[in-house]
């Protein structure tokens, strides 16, 4: 199975930083990536699929980049309703992995 | 309005078997697979398995094996989860979520995979004696 090792694991920074969550996959699985972020208490919620596209209705201070094995999710001005835990999910194929996630604290 | 609502909590015995139900609305039902993910306390998302609303196909995680079954019933929009010999590890929400295909089946896999964009709002079970 392709695994995906999300760093760092948790964080802690200020309103308005800038905030940067890398997820690498043990194969290339080209943009087949997505990203989750999840509250204590809510469903988790898509922010942004195939690597780098936005979901409708999301902020656009959110974006994804990167394909192969190297993938990375950007916080561009942190507001404080971001904290939570951010989670890439890959679909290259079966099972469906999701990394361990990144706690971010504000 | 498109919306997955789960069943209530539950509370199990270490040993006892759980059935959740995700009924979908608002959407055409058999269009999209239902997969189940669930969150222990303190842990990360787990991927448990899922079900293709239109056949009945499912593929399950390779550690849930021998004890977890989904099924649907087309006539009530509804996706069933069951998870027997239930212990203590297991306790954690468990959520339905639906599946926008975007890569199609090829090689061993018959299934599509892709994102999910709608979730239920979560069950919690707990095992406890």
């Known amino acids: 199975d392709i695994q995906l090792t999300q760093s760092p694991s948790s964080l802690s920074a200020s309103v308005g930083d800038r905030v940067t969550i890398t997820c690498r996959a043990t194969q290339d699985i080209r943009n087949y990536l997505n990203w989750y972020h999840s509250q204590p208490g809510k469903a988790p919620k898509l922010l942004v699929c195939d690597a780098s596209t936005l979901q409708i209705g999301v902020p656009p201070r959110f974006s994804g980049s990167g394909s192969g094995t190297e993938f990375t999710f950007t916080i561009n001005s942190l507001s404080p309703e971001d904290v939570g835990t951010y989670y890439c999910q890959h679909y290259n194929d079966l099972p469906v992995i999701f990394g361990e996630g990144t706690r971010v604290e504000v | 309005q498109e919306q997955l609502v789960q069943s209530g909590p539950e509370v199990k015995k270490p040993g006892a078997s759980v059935k959740v139900s995700c009924t979908a609305s608002g959407y055409g039902f058999i269009g999209n697979y239902i997969h189940w993910v669930r969150q222990a306390p303190g842990q990360g998302l787990e991927w448990m398995g899922m079900?293709?609303?239109?056949?009945?196909?499912?593929k399950y995680a390779q550690k849930f094996q021998g004890r977890l079954i989904m099924t649907s019933d087309t006539s009530t929009n509804t996706v069933y989860m069951g998870l027997s010999s239930l212990r203590s590890e297991d306790s954690a929400v468990f959520y339905c979520?639906?599946?926008?295909?975007?890569?199609?089946?090829?090689?061993?896999?018959?299934?599509?995979?892709?994102?999910?964009?709608?979730w239920g709002q979560g069950t919690l079970v707990t095992v406890s004696s």
């Open positions: 979520a639906r599946l926008i295909g975007r890569k199609p089946p090829s090689g061993d896999s018959e299934f599509w995979t892709g994102y999910f964009d709608l």
């Open positions: 079900v293709n609303p239109s056949g009945g196909g499912t």
